[in-house]
């Protein structure tokens, strides 16, 4: 298993409300971060996904809770690949606070690749993001 | 099974992304205010809720994504209690677009029951809570 | 000065924050609700603007927050067209509490027309909107 | 009038709606995470401010959008503490994109100081943060 990416959010205060903790929805948006930082990181910026014509449309999402982030903290998201498919990539995550490396929550999201120019069609991974996923995966030889 | 209660939301513009499309993220909160629908049929608002000291925070959440929500759509969302224990309820979610009734997500979420006066201990669900879930899933006799 | 547009919002659990109240960002969203609705009561709902290629963008927005709108609270959102130019509307808003209707806050939004066929170019409002523009503010005869 | 405080900011894809670029909400979160970040800077964060008894309030918020931010693009927000009053802060803001240093938008946002455990009132600014404010408006000696 290769090392998660780290992603260093601190959080907002749009973020919370008025439980008077992070909303559960924030996370999701963190989430989101965490694999595109990844994905950027192997060479991949989601923009110029996007200009290739390819979207990665979110299919599943999971999250579990297990203690609340709060104003004044820094989350870190770790994320890993856990495994690719022809046409589909899962993320697995993690959510620590950074001061005391609490996790915070974990979470799982897939997202499937579509062909923006033939009206959103499930499209194989382009080769290029395949390679560099299975090289990711194989880790540093 | 009891019907489900139905929450009608017009998508915002601002629910939206540069796919063209409405943001994942946007489907949590669409969540959140069908579960706290519900339990306002009940009887129980969520500020009167928060009033008495407690919370009832997300535990879990599943998203299944079928088909993109888009801005011009009105979403429906459907939301029963599937089952509730002690200091929990899970409820189960459908979001369909209301002109065709296609089915866009489906979902499920638990919420705990936590004590805010008492340093957010986990708690029992309120007696007249509890009651009224029992009614509800019960049905009209 | 024709009767203002009102779009009726109950607040949702996720626009307010920690401070206990409605997030200050969350009356963006509400006014850009309250314009889009009543340029869909005047026959023009946005999804069908963008797809004539034109967009409607922000480019000035002042907000004036007096009391906080709450959690449990809807909201009405009173827009009026206060003028328009040809390339350019400026709306007015006042945000009121349903209860006791009270003013929560007022604002003013103006927005541009773009040719989104045109490289985004300034581009005159289509005549059919500012015909309608012209008779609403001229009130019914 | 001393240096802006400069705080970088990725975009991040859920701040961008349908138009293809930021929604133009999102600016008023990032000057939200700049003044919090310049105040902190002087030795203020927010939930410590929050801790001791103060809420800041945003009274009045100006924005001129200039030209779009878009995905892909790290925006830099710099604030300025324009001038204080005895229970109110003025500040002013101008968002840039990093790679060019183009002027994305401009704008304002006045807060004022309450007192959470009385009810919500204006309050002074505590000492130490107008001291601090003061040696900030009149720089290094």
């Known amino acids: 298993m290769p090392e998660p990416h780290e992603l260093r959010i601190p959080v907002r205060y749009s973020e919370t409300d008025q439980m008077g903790v992070v909303h559960h929805?924030?996370?999701v948006i963190w989430l989101e971060e965490g694999r595109t930082a990844l994905m950027a990181s192997l060479g991949f910026p989601y923009d110029e996904v996007e200009k290739r014509?390819?979207?990665m449309a979110v299919r599943n999402l999971d999250l579990r809770y297990r203690e609340p982030a709060k104003y004044g903290d820094t989350v870190l998201v770790r994320t890993t690949v856990e495994r690719f498919r022809s046409a589909s990539i899962l993320y697995h995550y993690e959510?620590?606070?950074e001061l005391d490396q609490?996790?915070?929550a974990e979470g799982a999201?897939?997202?499937?690749?579509?062909?923006?120019?033939r009206g959103?069609?499930?499209a194989q991974l382009p080769t290029d993001i395949r390679t560099a996923l299975e090289n990711y995966l194989n880790g540093p030889t």
């Open 53 to 55: 014509g390819f979207a």
């Open 102 to 104: 609490r996790r915070l």
């Open 109 to 117: 999201a897939e997202v499937a690749c579509l062909n923006l120019r």
């Open 120 to 122: 959103w069609a499930p």
């Open 95 to 97: 959510v620590l606070r």
């Open 25 to 27: 929805g924030s996370y």
